[in-house]
């Protein structure tokens, strides 16, 4: 192996096709740094879900029943594996090319990968894409860190923060590819909401402020429990929304950039937020709940609000002070801090130092 190019093996997510939205930001994750670690000349490969497309990236598709999705489950349920499992399929398929590899990364939030981590020869590093949601996954990943130091990395302090290995995770931010979003420094009056419509998003909060506030809510991202819209749309039936589907980055930023701000509304410890650093970098400031990673993105009165969690008072209270906010102060933090190169490096860094090239 040269140290100057590293062949790096991404195992994907293992409860959707990439491309599919039901992976949510981990998707965007995984093709930034692995368009990044191409670009500087790395040898990248993806192993996912049988259907999965990832732009010009190579991907190798398993087959095999996806995994639930651990947000789904209670905290002491019991591991489940379906019986043609694809994450068992795709770490067979690992085992067996191992040796082609220098370093293999898991994206994965499941037991599976920690558990086989000490039966593979090729050194693993775990990117953790949630906070704690599971006993299963603190304690297999607990041991991880502590008999592979250095091997699992997470988005922002306050997710990592929600472990017992805290100390022991290497914080990597997250970053996307700024020329594919367009600022925009004269919004029309509209707000706009991304991301999975799942309850642990909040989405009723944002759509209580439309009510409150009478500025449409633009919404965006995939349609992951459909009861859960239904019940919202029976809740508020006259509220000024309207859901855009789950549309490419493309059309995304196209939508979010003409709006005055983003509404965050996260009832769980949001890992990081991606589509934060989506909107600041299209000149949007965001407002949200002063909960996880979104509340280390924002600076509070000069790139968006960071409001009491769960007060949708605090929400229209942010709303009407938005005149305050600069919005090339937005996107100069995205610039600044949330770069694909910075994110590029700071992987690169990750992964050589668990080769102990650095
Ligand atoms: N659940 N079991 C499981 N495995 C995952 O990889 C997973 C998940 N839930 C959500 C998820 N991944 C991603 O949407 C988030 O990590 C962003």
Redesign the pocket.
Known sequence: MTTDFLKILFLS???GQLGSG??????LTVLNIAKELHRRGHKIAVVAPVGSVLESIPVIEIMGDL?????TQDYNAAIVMPADSVLANMWEYARKVQDEWDVIVN????WLPFYLTPFLRTPIAHLI??GSLSASLDRIAGQVAVEFPGTIGVHTASQAQTFAFAKECQLLGSGIDLSLYEFCSQPEPKLAWLG?IAPEKGLEDAVAAAKITGIPLKIMGKMQDEDYWQKICADWPDAPVEYLGFLTTSQMQEQVRQCRALLMTPRWVE?FGNVAIEALACGVPVITYERGGPAEIVRDGLTGFLVEPDSVNGLVGAIARLDQIDRSACRRQAEVEYSVGGLGDRCEHWFKSILKLS
């Open positions: 997510t293992s409860v039901l992976g949510g930001g981990v998707e995994q639930v999705t651990a947000q994206f994965a939030y499941d894409s949630m999975r890992a």
